[in-house]
């Protein structure tokens, strides 16, 4: 129990400083608000007549449409910025110094996945906010918006296990920014910005099968609709299967670097 | 029992290179012990062994008593380290750095931060504690990494090249706080490629070329292996036969070298007032004298063919590797 509680106060302060790391470094803090925000500004802006289009789904504006693509790019941008800051660690020698400590290794990464959560809290808190001010409705209220911010959150630590993985296995902050346009290409193949139903084969069956999609659906619903137990499974399936990966995959990464040095 | 016990040591990597091949080596409670080398050597690989960081490959070793493989966390809540180049967070304070390096030890909230206080103060860097790490002068660094190791006060202290790149002060801020430590009960293992860091600092010497250890001994006894101390006299012209048959009375008088007369002494400094009384006695005038003493760098040479310091010394003992450079192979 006390070895419990001892890990859980590392992961608290690596997950503090991992936040504090964000927002000191500019360049790990743009991706997650500025890109979205300025592409979301974009769209709204240049693409938002696209409601009036047939098949496009009921929305009040196109903003309610977009904000959970913006909330989604986002979290994955914070898990990537993430994975970055790991690997910048692992470049500079700092994890050596987390490393000689008499704590879980694994402690390590879960301390960074805890800063990735906090950062997908407070994107989605941001990008509320903004929905507010811009005049989006909640459909779903209150209640709604807490499920928005739960699922970003969760979402951020699916995504930043992955980038995690990636920079546990090479070592190198360049490879794990190297991530940024595939992150891009799964984000244009599923549901975030355009509707399944107004696209192109073959992308349309992509986005209909994408589990972001349905993360995103997640997101979306408690702005645009109602929240149906089918659509949250789907989308904490979908997260989970991302985490079950990322973190899979983390402890594949860990194993073998502690295993050669 | 021993602070450090080490047997036949080895760590192979990528491509068959190994960098550490059979280290042998013990180092007693409270002694403060330097692993001696240049670039290359071995020296930081068989510190990431005994740090718990780079699985060895061969042999076996215990720090504080415990294995450092089979009983890793026990070794590691038994050691401080402060490894090469300080590898710190540029974007945390120095106060941040020892807070969370006290969280990682499992001290309380409030102890951390009496200790964070303490240690920064001990360092002399509680002026900067709450400026990010990234505006610290390389001193400064080396200052802050000693003291993030001292957080959970270990009973084995490693430190791997803690002054390299450092200026004369900041090097000899850093050794007075290594003394201090030792003074107070600490066992010490640094590696250094300088000589007068392993001289000035430490009780034994393990030299170290190409992952293996050459020699080892005190600082004295590693000189003593090569040579005794020599005096080198400048005398007025015609004198030199009689000069040489004067202090061949109080040493061994050795060939002359470009014009300067030479005498081996036993007794090293000592033997000098001596000598030049001697010679005054003779009536033969003396220009200048130096007494020459062996270095740790002679012995080097003695053991290994090549300089440690000075010309080429990253290259000296080379071909070993140190395993930043290297990718690592399937233990």
Sequence with gaps: ????????????????????????????????VVFPSLLLAVQTGGAGGAVNLPQFP???GFLDFMLAGAMIQSCLLAGNSGGIALAVDLEMGFTDRLFVAPVSRYAIVLGRLAGTAALGAISAIYYVVVGLIFGVTY????????????????????????????????GRASVVQGMFPMIFVILFLSTAFFPAELMQEPAATVAQYNPLSFVVAGVRDPVVS?????????????????AALGLGLSALAMRRRLRLG | MAAIEVRGLERAFQGGVKAVRGVALEVAEGEIYAFLGPNGAGKTTTVRMLTTLLRPTGGSARVAGHDIVREAPAVRRAIGVALQEAALDPLMTGRELIHLQATLHRLPRAEARARADELLARVGLEYAADRRVGTYSGGMRRRLDLASA?????????????????????????????????????????TT?????????????????????????????LKAQVGKPHLEIAIADGEVERAREVVGRLGRALPPKDGLVLVELDGGAAQVAPVVRALDEAGIAVESLQLVEPTLDDVFVAKTGRHLEGDGAGEAAGGAGEERAEQPAEA
């Design chain 1, 1 to 32: 129990m006390a070895g419990l509680v001892a890990n859980a106060r590392v992961v608290a302060s690596l997950g503090a400083r991992s936040v504090r790391q964000t927002f000191r470094r500019p360049q790990l803090a743009a991706p997650i």
């Design chain 1, 58 to 60: 009921e929305v009040n």
């Design chain 1, 139 to 170: 459909e779903e209220g209150v209640g709604g918006v807490a499920l928005m911010v739960l699922w970003v959150t969760l979402a951020a630590v699916a995504f930043g296990s992955i980038a995690a993985a990636i920079a546990l296995r090479t």
């Design chain 1, 226 to 242: 109602v929240v149906t137990g089918a659509g949250a499974l789907k989308a904490f399936a979908s997260i989970a299967g991302f």
């Design chain 2, 150 to 190: 001292l957080v959970h006060e270990p009973r084995v202290l490693f430190l791997d090249e803690p002054t390299t790149g450092l200026d004369p002060v900041s090097r000899k801020t850093i050794w007075d706080e290594v003394r201090a430590l030792n003074r107070a009960g600490t066992t010490v293992f640094l």
């Design chain 2, 193 to 221: 490629q300088y000589l007068e860091e392993a001289d000035q600092l430490a009780d034994r010497v393990g030299i170290i070329a190409q992952g293996r250890i050459v020699a080892e001994g005190t600082p004295r006894e």
